[in-house]
């Protein structure tokens, strides 16, 4: 599969720290964020891909005392992520990198290690929807056996469909809910709890959403 990322990680870049300010409140993200670190035992080790400026999903996870590491495409977000939650770990590489034989998944030269749990808060969304499965898989591949996913996606017929953003243009895709909860779990995951919401982002050129929040386990 050819894989084009042209322009998503530079919107991202020249976003920076207006990406919290567009989308503040964002109370079904804490929500799923509360879910996940309590869950956990203490000291988990989470992945969270896609981790944009950190806030407030890395930040929530560190500060309940989890050991969390943190991927993007774009170093902006990173530079952000870094200075906002000092005490995790980040990562400058693309989600498909973390694929069995990728530099930062199982068996590669960078490679990540177990996880307790992975987070993938609205950056799955990024991807084509070809992708998207075999991104699943990956994160899959990622966790203990019983490991827990924390995914949100926006709810939305689309594929890599040009959007404005804040100023920019990105390509996104997302799936109704029945057709998400398929994908999830023909990737290898149950599915234990599922939250939507409706939100209204701060910015004017951002379109309402509905927010789905899928709480997944990893099958044996
Ligand atoms: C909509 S933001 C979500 C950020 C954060 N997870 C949150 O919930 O606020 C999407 C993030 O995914 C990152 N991203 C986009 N495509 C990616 C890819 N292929 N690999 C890794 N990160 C990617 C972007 O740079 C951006 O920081």
Redesign the pocket.
């Known amino acids: 599969m050819a894989l084009d990322?042209s322009g998503?990680?530079e919107a991202?870049d020249a976003i920076g720290d207006r990406?919290d300010e567009a989308?503040p409140h964002k109370d079904g993200?804490l929500t799923a964020g509360r879910w996940l670190a309590g869950a956990l035992a203490p000291g988990s080790r989470v992945l969270?891909?896609?981790?944009?400026?950190g806030?407030p999903?890395a930040r929530q996870l560190a500060d309940a005392g989890h050991q969390v590491v943190g991927?993007?495409?774009?170093p902006g977000?990173l530079k952000l992520a870094r200075h906002n939650i000092p005490a995790a770990t980040f990562h400058l590489?693309?989600?498909?990198d973390l694929r069995a034989g990728g530099r930062y998944g199982p068996g590669g030269s960078r490679d990540l290690g177990e996880f307790d749990a992975v987070v993938a808060?609205?950056?799955l969304l990024?991807?084509p929807r070809p992708e998207i499965p075999y991104a699943l898989r990956a994160l899959r591949g990622l966790l203990r056996p019983g490991g827990l996913l924390a995914l949100?996606m926006v709810e939305a017929d689309i594929d890599d469909f040009a959007i404005p953003f804040l100023g920019n243009s990105v390509r996104v895709s997302g799936y109704l809910r029945e057709e998400l909860r398929r994908v999830v779990q023909d990737a290898g995951f149950e599915i234990t709890g599922e939250d939507s919401h409706s939100y209204a982002p701060a910015s004017t050129d951002v379109p309402p959403e509905i927010q789905l929040y899928l709480h997944c386990r990893r099958r044996v």
């Open positions: 990322r998503q990680a991202f990406y989308f993200q969270d891909v896609g981790c944009g400026t806030l999903t991927i993007d495409i774009s977000m590489t693309d989600i498909v808060f609205f950056s990024m991807l949100a």
